[in-house]
């Protein structure tokens, strides 16, 4: 018998809680940082929203092997507290930089719900240019009614999707969110969920809500219960095929085991998100875009071999041979071509540092004052006769 949602076994804080915590506590000081100055500069309001549709109760009754989370701005009554803290508190931090910020925090179960509210309500500390709606309710029948009343896409908006299992993950409600371009959104995808429903006929109806479409099936033939890549991919593929232009994956296993417990989803309409989030998630976890412990020889990218330096500096001379181009356009055009390779930002900076000294390219310092490459620095790869900005 599958446990009920307020059951206290459900709520213990283990390490892939805390894994999925660390990359929301990571990306939200920089898409403060980018979105704040992206709304002074467009000349909008300066208001940023997030949405934390799977909300819980704000905390947890133990933890087993890891650390609770720790919030550094504000103080809440639980002693392991839950994403609409992590969510206050790194707000917060990045205060100065908004005029206001809304948080919405959404959560079916009536026990759970109430505790979340008790939860906030009592916690304090938090900046007061941040509002805060708790919202009873289911988030496929919720979340585009409380985006509507707020006045639809005003301001950019992060939305945690982060269910416990996948059955309320409707395909038309999350493609609806994703394809709004100030939209972006985090989802935790129980691949192990899924894998154990896949051939259950009872769960065919929401499996088909999740992807929504019938023939998913035949479509994942290729998936086997070792390698989950085709199923998260799949799902990637579809939402992309309605919703946001951009996706994105981490994945999550057992701290003890090989065991996949889920992907984290990240969707996005802009090169900037999935350039920050990619770096994010480059540094979160045990690397290479994954907390997999007992597999430090994962890599996402299965085809490639590992990328050194030499790769990189080869890669952007095959790629941007005819090209002279900005810095910021040459590493978005990298992120998202050479989405898992491990190269960063920092590592394209040096490959040019290094092609630059070899005389391979010449760069024209426009943002740099000196020696730096940075923002829109031109780089002539020397066959050029073409710009790309
Ligand atoms: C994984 S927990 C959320 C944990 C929380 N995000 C955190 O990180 O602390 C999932 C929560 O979603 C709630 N829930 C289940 N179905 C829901 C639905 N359709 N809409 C909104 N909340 C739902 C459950 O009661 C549970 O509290």
Same mark, same amino acid.
Request: charged letters at 30%; a negative charge.
């Given at each position: ?26 990306y939200?000081?920089p898409w403060?940082n980018k ?49 609409? $803290? ?98 972006e ?81 990240f969707?996005t309409?802009s090169s900037a998100g999935l350039q920050t989030m990619r770096e994010v998630m ?34 952007? $001379? ?17 992120s ?54």
């Open positions: 018998m599958p446990l009920d949602d307020d059951d206290d076994r459900k709520w213990v804080y283990r390490s892939h809680t805390a894994a999925k915590h660390e990359v929301l506590r990571k939200l000081k403060t979105l704040t100055t992206y709304n002074l500069k467009s000349g909008d309001q300066n208001k940023v929203r997030v949405v934390d549709c799977f909300a819980g109760r704000g905390s947890y009754v133990d933890t087993e092997d890891t650390d609770p989370l720790s919030l550094e701005h504000i103080s809440t009554p639980a002693e392991f507290p839950g994403s609409p $803290q992590l969510i206050l508190d790194r707000l917060t931090e990045r205060s100065d930089q908004f005029d206001s910020a809304e948080c919405t925090f959404i959560e079916a179960d009536l026990t759970n719900y109430e505790i979340l509210e008790e939860n906030i309500e009592r916690t304090s500390g938090y900046d007061q240019d941040i509002s805060v709606n708790c919202k009873h309710g289911e988030f496929q029948n919720t979340v585009l009614n409380v985006i509507e009343s707020t006045d639809g896409n005003d301001c950019p908006t992060f939305f945690f999707i982060d269910p416990f299992g996948f059955q309320s993950l409707d395909y038309d409600v999350v493609t609806e969110l994703g394809s709004t371009p100030q939209f959104f985090l989802i935790t995808f129980m691949s192990r969920d899924m894998n154990r429903f896949l051939g259950s006929e009872d769960h065919q109806e929401a499996l088909n809500t999740v992807f929504g479409e019938d023939e998913w099936q035949s479509k994942i033939d290729s998936y086997d219960a070792s390698n989950w890549v085709p199923l998260v991919e799949y799902y990637t593929d579809r939402l992309e095929a309605n919703g946001p232009s951009q996706t994105f994956e981490y994945m999550i296993t057992e701290p003890e085991t090989t065991q996949t417990v889920y992907y984290l989803v969707g309409n480059s540094y979160c976890g045990t690397g290479k875009f994954a907390y997999a412990p007992k597999k430090p020889e994962y890599n996402r990218n299965q085809a490639q071999l590992p990328i050194g330096n030499n790769q990189t500096k080869e890669f952007l $001379q095959d790629r941007f041979e005819e090209y002279i181009v900005t810095f910021s356009k040459l590493v978005e055009v990298c998202e071509e050479r989405k898992y390779s491990d190269a960063t930002v920092s590592d394209y900076r040096e490959a040019l540092h290094e092609l630059e000294d070899e005389g391979e390219v010449d760069i024209q310092r426009i943002t740099s004052e000196k020696t730096g490459i940075q923002g829109s620095d031109l780089v002539d790869f020397h066959n050029s006769d073409k710009f790309a900005g």
